[in-house]
């Protein structure tokens, strides 16, 4: 009878808590909603094992560098290059360049332009020059070169004079296909140009 006079509202909420304390019975929750977070509060430590971010949770472009696996990437989409090697050239005329390698780049976009083209220039039966240079589109880019002996013949087949010629466009190529070319012609003497290369690849223009 004393017990029943002192029960209340207040007494039955205050020991429901209590034994809800003592006996570990908080509510459980098990999902929470995007309305339940604040934009902003979500951290990297709080992702599970660094595997919950997908490719529709990142912003276009707004990765960089260190956040991607570089072994991922298809460098032929954003870097293509191109390369050729025919074999040994003989220009024949000191008017007329010859085209002795030569290759196709496709850009997919507008790019800047490396190119780097190599040969040995061999003097045959004395002193002897060539003029070589790269064209892009059958226009001449950068500097000739004039690769060759003055006063003696010093070369043979097997110890040539080795040049390389390296161009890099001012401004970008336009998206397309695009040929480079190393030339060469006769300047002094008896020339030929032995195991020609050429090759090529696009720079991003940003």
Known sequence: MRIRRHLSYANVVATLALLLALGGGAYAIDKVSSSEIVNGTIKSVDLKNGKAVRAADVRRNGLRGKQI???TLDAARFAPV???GPGDCNPTSSTSLVECARTKLRLTGPARMLVVATGDQESVGGPAQAICEIRIDGRVSGLPGQPGEETRDNTSSTATNGFARTVVTADPLQKGTHRVAL????????VRIDVPTIAAIAISSR
Do not use: I, M, N
Request: proline share 0%.
């Open 69 to 71: 696996d570089e072994r």
């Open 183 to 190: 030339a060469c012609k006769e300047f002094t003497g008896d």
């Open 82 to 84: 191109t390369g050729s």
